[in-house]
């Protein structure tokens, strides 16, 4: 198939990644976990997993359950995404380019050998061996350089500071649970 990028991962920072990929002209199929989870959900791509489909300035992400169901998707100039966590589906396609844009901070078993082109953002990688590119998250002046040689930043464990905030600004769940939502983040409530 011409011009297709699997994407593995659909979180917040990916759908940047994967928005852009689509405004270029390229067909797009994110692979997914079952039960994925994001910093920004409004603008995740990896809701599309919940809801069936989710929409980013635009353009959408269809949850789709078959590859026959691509050629549809594509034709439609929507983005595809399937539940793969282990990137079966990268074998039988054989796209040209690979991203891992998990951002698991190590990574997740992309290699160099699934395409001619890899990619893996973040930490966790090593430009030339891992992969082709790396690209550079961590905020600051370094982000979004293309590595050709070695890793990204190592991940420092501290969140980035936003008007003076950092740590304190993330909550962790004191206990192992599931959360469930009875209103949206955008909902108005009394």
Known sequence: MDNLVVVRGGGDIATGTIYKLARC?????????AHPS???????YSEAVY???????????VLI???NELESVFKHNKI??????QGTFIDILKPEIVIDAILA????????NMAPITIGLGPGFN???????VIETMRGHRLGRLIEEGPAMKNTGIPGL???YGKERVIHAEVEGTVHQIKKITDTVE
């Open 25 to 33: 002209g390229f067909h797009i199929l994110v692979l997914e976990i």
């Open 38 to 44: 994001a910093i920004r959900r409004n603008v995740a």
């Open 51 to 61: 809801d069936g489909q989710k929409e980013v300035e635009g353009i959408e992400c």
């Open 65 to 67: 359950h078959s590859l």
């Open 80 to 85: 595809a995404m399937m539940v793969d966590p």
């Open 105 to 112: 901070k190590k990574n997740m078993g992309t290699s160099r």
């Open 127 to 133: 430009a030339g061996k891992d992969v082709d590119i």
């Open 162 to 164: 936003i008007k003076g």
